[in-house]
């Protein structure tokens, strides 16, 4: 096998090495190195960010790649409107860690509205939440609703919250 020099320091490396032995540059025997992953932003910019940024794995300086745009998509993001495994959400996230006005996750935390296994928020539906008013399996809230617990002010609010959805949802025919 022919040895080829690590593009960074010049030191000796196999082809197929991963790492230099002597700097530890990423795939030494490439000419270039972008990093892993996938990066993607949209041409179109609203106050400096791209309206739509994906990015998942790390750079090529090993830094996790992070989404930042009006529409933010990667294992971390940052946006208006984000989906993202660990993210904020200024308007609307959802994922498995979520902060932002209205949160969907796992863990959720929502500053109006969350909903997850985990919900914080004014507005909490959850397993386990916290919030003003919660519906919930085990929780603590102003007004909650829960298996142990039904103060009547939550229930109702409940209830109409559901009602309201299922009429926005419905379809209407003809």
């Not at 993210?87 to 969907?104: A, K, N």
């Not at 009547?152 to 609010?157: G, K, L």
Request: with cysteine.
């Amino acid at each position: 096998m022919n040895l080829v020099s690590c593009r960074e320091c010049r030191h000796t490396v196999s082809p197929n090495a991963s790492t230099c032995p002597e700097c530890g540059a990423p795939f030494p025997s490439r000419e270039k190195w972008n990093g892993w992953g996938y990066e993607w932003k949209s041409g179109i910019h609203v106050l400096g960010y791209p309206f739509i940024h994906i990015a998942f794995g790390r750079g090529p300086d090993g830094k996790l790649r992070v989404a930042r745009g009006i529409i933010a998509v990667g294992q971390f993001a940052i946006g208006v409107i984000t989906i993202a495994q660990f993210g904020i959400g200024l308007l609307f996230g959802v994922g498995q860690f979520i902060f932002g006005c209205i949160s969907i996750a796992q863990f959720a935390a929502g500053v109006y509205f969350s909903l997850g296994q985990f919900a914080f928020g004014y507005l909490a539906i959850g397993q386990i939440a916290f919030g003003y008013y919660a519906k919930c399996q085990f929780g603590l809230a102003w007004h909650l609703w829960s298996q142990r617990t039904q103060d009547p002010e939550a229930v109702y609010f409940f209830k109409t919250l559901f009602k309201i959805l299922q009429s926005f949802f419905r379809s209407n025919p003809g």
